[in-house]
Structure formats: C-alpha cells, structure tokens
C-alpha cells in the first residue's frame, strides 16, 4: 500500500493560481488545502486545481474540496480543475462538484477556460 | 395316556425348563381317564433334572431335596419318562400307577422309553410352530406400533417449509426403524419473523410420538403469543411439566430469525448445540437451559446473533453424532463441525453431512436412531436472480481499524477480482466504493477501537461481483444517511461531510445493508454482464 500525504504548491500562470496537488486527497490532506488556499487567494484571481499527480481522492478528501469551493464562492474566486483521471472526473460529476468548477483535460485548458470567461 | 407339555419359552442349555403333567392310566380308555390335573414346573436347578435325560425314571424310589419329585409324588406319579429331543428335555410323559397294581415290567418301560423316543421330536415340531407363531404374532404387533408411531411422527412434521427471499431453509428427517422422538417445526410468525425448532423425546416409539406431538403443539401456540425464544421455552416446560411420563423428557433449540436483518435470536432446553459457519470460521450456538418436562420453575438463557450473508446454520439431532462406524467408534460432535467447516459454499450442507456420514457408518448399517436436521442459509447475494448459493469465495480477509487502511482493502480486492474481466471503470468504481464502505466500517461501526478489525470478502457469483464489508458495531440502526446536497453544502446548510454512502451507491449496481447488533454488513455488487455505465 503508498499512502501519499498531499503536498501542495501554489504558483502564478497568468493571474491564475494554480494549486498543484501530488498525493492523496484524504482526511490527512486537510490542511495541505488549507495552506494552498490561503496562498492562492493571495494571488487574487481564479484558482485552479492541478491533480495530474493525485491517484486517490475519498469522500473526505471530496469534502475538503467541497470546503474549499464554499470559501472561494463566499470570496467571489472561481474554482477550476483540471489533470483529473476520467475516474475522478466522473465522480466530480456524480457529486455535481463539475457543476460548480469548471473542469478540464489539462492546463492549457484551464488557462483557455479563463480566456473565455474573461471574454463572456 | 397323556402329556401335557407347554412349551418352553426359552431353550438355552442349562435353563431348561419343562413341565410334567398329572399322571394318566395306563390304559388306553378315554372314560377312565382321570382330569389332568396343574402341569407341575420344574425349576432349572432343580436336581430332578438330572435324572430326566434318559430312561424313564420310577419316582417313588427317588430320594432328593426337589420340589418338582414333592409334587409328582403327591400327584401319584409313579414313572416318568423324559421327552428329549436332540438331547433338550422337551417334556416329560408322567403315568400313574397301572390299574392292575403291579409294577411297570422291564418291558412297559422298553416300550415307554420306545414311545418317548418317537414322539419327543413331534412335539419338538409342534412346539416350534407354535413358538414361530407366536412370535410372528408379536413381530405384527410390534410393526403395527411402529407404524402408528411413524404416522403420528410425520403427520406433525411439516410438510412444506416456508420460502424466504434470501434465505435457504432446509429439513431432513429420516426416522430410525424403531422411530426416535426426533421432530423439527418452521413457524412463520406474524411479523414475518420465522421460528425454528429441532427437538427430541427421550424414548422411542408410540410414547415418544405421542409427547413430540403435543410438544409440538404447544410450542406453536406459544411462539405466536411469545416472541423471546427464552420465554415461549420457560412456558412450555411449565406446561409440559405436570404431564410428563416418569422417565421422559424432551431437549429442544428455538431459534426466532428475522430473514430481514438476520438477526437470530434462540434459546436451547438441553438440545445438541446448534453449529453456525460465518466468514469468521465456525461456531457454536450456546445458551443454557434444562431439558423440557423435568423440573418447573426453570428459565432459559437467550442468545443472539446476526447472521450476513453466506451465513450458515445446522440444527441437528443426536442421531448423526452418536452414529457409529463398524468399529463402533462413534462419529461424534467433532467430526460433525468439522464436517460442516469442510462443506463448501456451493455444497449442499445437508447432503454434504449425509454423504460423509454414510461414508462413516458404512451403506450396509441399520441407521441407530433419527436423523434430524434444519439449516438456514442466509444466500451470498439476496436472492438475486442470477446466482443464489453458486458463489465462490475469492479473498477474505481482516483489516485492523486504523484509518488509512482502506487503501489496503482496495489492493486486496482490487488482486482478488484480477482476471474477471471487469472493464477499468467499472474497476475503478468497485474501488472507490470498497474503500469507502470500509472506511464506513472502520470509523462508524468499529469507532477506530483497537482489535475490533473488519472483514472483507469478496464472492464471485456466475453474475455479478460483492464484496461484503462487515463491522463489529454495536449500532442498532444505520440512520439513513441524508443525502448529500451539494449547494446546501457550500451554503453551509449541510456539513462538507457524508459523501461515502453517496458515492457507494452510485458508483456500484447493487448495495444491500444487512445486520444489527452483532455488527453490519454492507454488500456491494457489481453486474459482470449486462454492464451499465
């Protein structure tokens, strides 16, 4: 069994705080997310999640998640996503989390996401 | 001339024993013959004996200590001629005195001992047909009991079982040739719970039929009124107890089974312990009482128990146990358990204890007493239409509660259902939701506690996946978890948490939540044809 404890790194793209997450997404994560959050507000646009590097998310690691897009609506912040398996995407729907973030294959998805946004 | 011989009852060497008659006269004169009188019993130590193994024997010339040579004096017997046939003394030809009053003449005698010799082996015939006839009187006797005993037997046994969705219930019975008290019931109850009985009467035959009987009734009178096992015993020994023959008593296990939760509940008054197997191994189902009909005033212990799916029960009688192999070594408790830890799960449990029973006794041997036996099986999936009692235990295994091992339990299962052809996101799915439901398992059943570990198994039926993940709580109820919503959630009406049963429902085809009390488990299915997204 790897159990990997999430590590967070939060960096810069173009105004838009790109929270990337290696590990598990699981009750241990907490506060990991806690941090990352803190950071990516800073930054002050949206936030996207990276989780090309996360294997294992549970249902407490989705209700971290949940926690985290409450803060960021409460904030005003847009939440997107992206780099998640088909498995994990498919759960993000099922809970309707993709109705509340907007999710994409890959980075460069994320950042043309933004574009349109911005441009609507 | 007469004899007057009954037959004697037994003709073992040295316990002999014949019976003379009063003497006749000599003379072949029907007008003169005198009433016989009594026949005279010879005991088998009487020393009288001794000299009626040849000759005829002249009685007034006798000396001994013989209260049969007092009597045949005293009925004037002069001469007695042994009746022997195939060296037995069969009877004993008695003559009084010759009316001539003269001494029987060596001649007399000759031919006496002549005649004796002739006729001894008839009346050997004779006494044999009447034997044979007796005893085949008695035999028809016996048959006759036995089948009224046979009758009253299976008119109170049941002659259908209930079906319960679920649940395999099965009966065997075979009485022994003299029939045991042996009985079994199944009793639907008004609640949709069901009773189980298996009993036995001490003694055999028409008396311990007739007791079965109204043992029988009685108990189903109660278990209606009384839902605890412990009581409806309580009142049946108190009934039974005034009326009870001398000698007599009845052993009988009551179990009360909710096919919904499996839960069972039972009480024993001195019956042979009931073996339970569950993914845990195989146990006994103990609870303390005396036998029924002894003692008034007894009370008796209530056991309790859950019983998840796979689960199986044997009452049984002592029939099996104390059967015995030519050696005369018996088959005992041991070997029963053991042979019911042995069957498989596609194994018909009953067959299987008979089979290897057989194998033990030998197929030649008269069965020794009735064979009894119920067992319950809570079915590996609920009574699903694809694959009732065809399923195939792939992994089971024990996880110690400590948070993090569900990743250890989604390995497991993940290795065990490898090769099944499960497409990947079906896979994933399973995944996901077995480490949800044993997080569940280890956080709200088992309290994170130390040696409380829990289980998985994973089945493989001819249709479908499940995994059964099975807790130690101690929780009565699982609430109904509130569905979640997720703008409730980022509203802050709803707690970011309760997402784990959710998911689990979604992500599998199937769930089945079964238990209380003893611990829940939570099944998870998964179609292997007719795959939905």
């Known amino acids: ?120 | 001339m007469t004899t007057m011989i009954k037959p004697p009852r037994r003709r073992r060497i040295g316990r002999k024993r014949a019976e003379a008659a009063a003497a006749a006269p000599e003379q072949v004169d029907v007008d003169t013959i005198t009433p016989e009188s009594a026949p005279i019993d010879i005991a088998p130590n009487d020393p009288l004996l001794a000299y009626l193994q040849g000759d005829a024997v002249d009685i007034e010339a006798l000396d001994l200590d013989s209260p049969a040579l007092r009597e045949l004096k005293a009925a004037g017997v002069k001469l007695a001629v042994p009746l022997v046939s195939q060296g037995e003394l069969i009877g004993v030809l008695n003559l009084g005195p010759r009316l001539s009053e003269q001494e029987y003449s060596s001649d007399d005698r000759k031919l006496l001992d002549d005649l004796a010799a002739q006729a001894a082996p008839a009346l050997r015939i004779g006494q044999l047909v009447r034997e044979q006839e007796a005893e085949a009187a008695m035999r028809q006797r016996f048959e006759q009991e036995l089948e009224v005993a046979h009758l009253i037997q299976q008119h109170f046994l049941p002659k259908v079982l209930p079906e319960l969705p679920g649940w395999q219930i099965e009966a065997y019975y075979r009485p022994a040739r003299e029939v045991g008290g042996d009985f079994y019931d199944v009793i639907p109850l008004s609640d949709g719970r069901v009773g189980f009985v298996v009993g036995d009467v001490t003694d055999k035959g028409v008396p311990a039929a007739l007791v079965m009987s109204a043992t029988r009734s009685l108990l189903r009178a109660s278990a209606q009124r009384l839902i605890e096992p412990g009581l409806v015993l309580e009142r049946l020994n108190e009934q039974m107890c005034p009326d009870m023959p001398e000698k007599m008593f009845v052993t009988c296990l009551y179990g009360v089974l909710d096919p919904q939760t499996g839960h069972l509940r039972f009480a024993n008054a001195g019956h042979d312990v009931p073996y339970v197997k569950t993914a845990h191994g195989i146990g006994e189902l103990r609870a303390r009482g005396m036998p029924l009909g002894l003692m008034p005033g007894m009370s008796y212990e209530e056991k309790e128990m859950t019983l998840a799916p796979g689960d199986r029960v044997l009452l049984h009688s002592d029939g099996i146990a104390e059967a015995h192999d030519p050696d005369r070594d018996m088959f005992g408790f041991p070997r029963l358990m053991q042979t019911m830890a042995d069957a498989r799960p596609d194994q018909n449990l009953i067959q299987h204890v008979l089979d290897v029973l057989e194998q033990f006794v030998g197929s030649s041997a008269e069965q020794e007493d009735d064979i009894t036996m119920v067992s319950l099986e809570r079915a590996a999936v609920d009574s699903g239409a694809d694959e009732t009692g065809d399923a195939r235990v792939l992994a089971e295994f024990e996880l110690e509660s400590v948070a993090g091992n569900e990743r250890a339990a989604i390995e497991q299962v993940e290795a065990a259902v490898d090769g099944l052809g499960l497409e990947r996101a079906r896979l994933e799915n399973l995944k996901t939701a077995v480490g949800e439901a044993t997080m569940n398992a280890m956080e709200h059943g088992n309290e994170y506690r130390a040696g409380r570990p829990v289980r998985i198994r994973v089945l493989r039926g001819k249709a479908a996946v499940r995994v059964q993940v099975t807790d130690q709580g101690e929780v009565v109820d699982i609430p109904d978890p509130e569905t979640p919503d997720l703008e409730a959630k980022l509203d802050g009406r709803q707690k970011p948490r309760g997402w784990g049963m959710f998911l689990i429902e979604k992500l599998v085809d199937e769930t089945h939540v079964t238990g209380e009390g003893g611990g829940h488990t939570l099944e998870l299915v998964v179609h292997l044809e007719g795959r939905q997204a």
């Open chain 1, 1 to 120: 069994m790897t159990v990997h404890e999430l590590e967070v790194t939060v960096r810069d793209h173009d105004g838009v705080a790109v929270i990337d997450l290696a590990g598990d997404v699981n009750s241990a994560a907490e506060n990991a997310l806690d941090v990352g959050y803190e950071e990516a507000a800073a930054v002050g646009g949206d936030v996207a999640l990276n989780f090309t590097d996360v294997d294992y998310i549970n249902s407490t690691g989705i209700a971290l998640i949940v926690g985290l897009l409450a803060r960021a609506r409460k904030n005003g912040v847009g939440v997107r996503a992206f780099g998640l398996s088909e498995h994990y995407r498919g759960i993000f729907e099922i809970t309707r989390l993709a109705d509340f973030m907007t999710i994409t294959d890959d980075e460069d998805g994320a950042m043309g996401t933004a574009e349109r946004n911005s441009d609507a």
